[in-house]
């Protein structure tokens, strides 16, 4: 099967691929939807990634992502990340790379023009645009960060449930997918639309690479059971 997809990759004139949480697992970022750790084994992900928990409890949401902050921070890109960055590298323009993920490791992996489509985990915005009266250089340190004049948060910026993706980054994941020849899915359990969605509309055909059975199967031409850090250096090295 690696053979297989080794030959549609070498024959793609264009690959468009879509990763997940599942990439950065073998980084030890644990997954979205997998148990917390420790003092946040009693949150749900689910109930903390929103507008409105932000809203209710600025700071435990504030800490959580400051947690998880510093654990991307500490951990390295795998060699999934690397082989994909080292893909682009030696076939520029060949490959257009949208992630899921707000962790920033394609990008420490050396992958340029990476499509994020749910922000950076790294950066913070206001919480109410309308309101913001001073800079964010001005924000008072605090857990959340405010604006001392207005009281405006700082937020992490990042896309949390419910919210709208930025419209130029989605667009221009849709046109990757729709004009590619080949589509990778990586590590990624399909339920979060409009990313899933994105699998669905692939003009050519569909690799599933992910450990466990995905929301996306029916929508792929071969799922191939494995670990990414393990799978991606098999079919992109040349
Ligand atoms: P999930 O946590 O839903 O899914 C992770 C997927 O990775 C699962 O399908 C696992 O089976 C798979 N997986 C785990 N380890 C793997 C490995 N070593 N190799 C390959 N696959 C592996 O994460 P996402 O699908 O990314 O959004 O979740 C999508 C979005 O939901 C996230 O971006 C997040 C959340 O809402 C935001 O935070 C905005």
């Known amino acids: 099967m690696i053979e297989q997809l080794r030959e549609w990759v070498a024959a793609a004139r264009h690959i468009t691929v879509l990763t997940g949480a599942g990439i950065s697992a073998e980084s030890g970022v644990p997954t979205f939807r997998d148990a917390q750790a420790g003092l946040w084994a009693r949150f749900d992900p689910m109930q903390l990634a ?130 590619g020849d080949l589509m990778l899915v990586v590590g990624t359990s399909g339920v979060v639309y409009p990313a899933a969605g994105l699998a669905r509309m692939a003009g050519g055909k569909v690799v599933i690479v992910n450990t466990e059975p995905t929301e996306l199967d029916d929508a792929a031409d071969v799922v191939l059971a494995g670990n990414a850090a393990q799978v991606l250096p098999q079919l992109l090295e040349d």
């Not at 409105?52 to 654990?71: G, H, L, N, S």
């Not at 682009?88 to 490791?105: E, F, I, K, S």
């Not at 420490?108 to 985990?121: E, K, M, P, W």
């Open 50 to 179: 929103t507008e409105e928990a932000f809203r209710a409890q600025p700071a435990t949401v504030w800490d959580w992502y400051a947690f998880r902050r510093d654990m991307i921070a500490q951990v390295e890109p795998n060699a999934g990340h690397l082989a994909l960055a080292a893909f682009a590298q030696r076939h520029p323009q060949r490959l257009t790379l949208v992630t899921q993920n707000v962790d920033g490791l394609h990008q420490r992996a050396g992958s340029t023009g990476v499509i994020a489509l749910h922000g950076n985990i790294f950066e913070d915005k206001w919480l109410d645009p309308a309101k913001a009266c001073c800079d964010a250089g001005e924000a008072i340190p605090g857990s959340p960060p405010y604006c001392r004049r207005c009281g405006n948060l700082r937020r992490p910026a990042v896309v949390w449930f419910g919210e709208v993706l930025p419209a130029p980054a989605l667009a221009q994941a849709e046109a990757a997918a729709r004009g």
